[in-house]
């Protein structure tokens, strides 16, 4: 092989590997929007998820009783109205 064969056949690799990572992929297109159940039901997930990490924390002794009294009730609060819009919606 000749050095300008060699200059070509690198050029060609290098245009090559700029096109594999820099072409657009169409990975928007195929993404679906969210409904608002779907935001919802993520959403119940991340308080369930906060609700066992303040137990926990609790019981590490991390968080005094008051503290934790009013962190639990206003995220149950929070699941409660979230789980009654979630019914509505479904029932729908």
């Not at 594999?20 to 159940?37: D, M, T």
């Not at 997930?45 to 924390?57: G, I, V």
């Amino acid at each position: 092989m000749t050095n300008v064969q060699g200059e070509w056949a690198g050029l060609f690799l290098a245009l090559a590997l700029f096109v594999y990572i820099f072409w657009p992929e169409n990975v928007f297109a195929s993404q679906r929007e969210k409904s608002r159940l779907d935001f919802l039901l993520e959403r119940k997930d991340q308080l369930y998820e906060n609700l066992r990490d303040l137990n926990f924390e609790y019981r590490a002794g991390k968080y005094p009783e008051e503290d934790f009294a009013v962190q639990r009730s206003q995220l149950e609060n929070e699941a409660a109205v979230l789980l009654a819009e979630i019914d509505q919606l479904e029932q729908a």
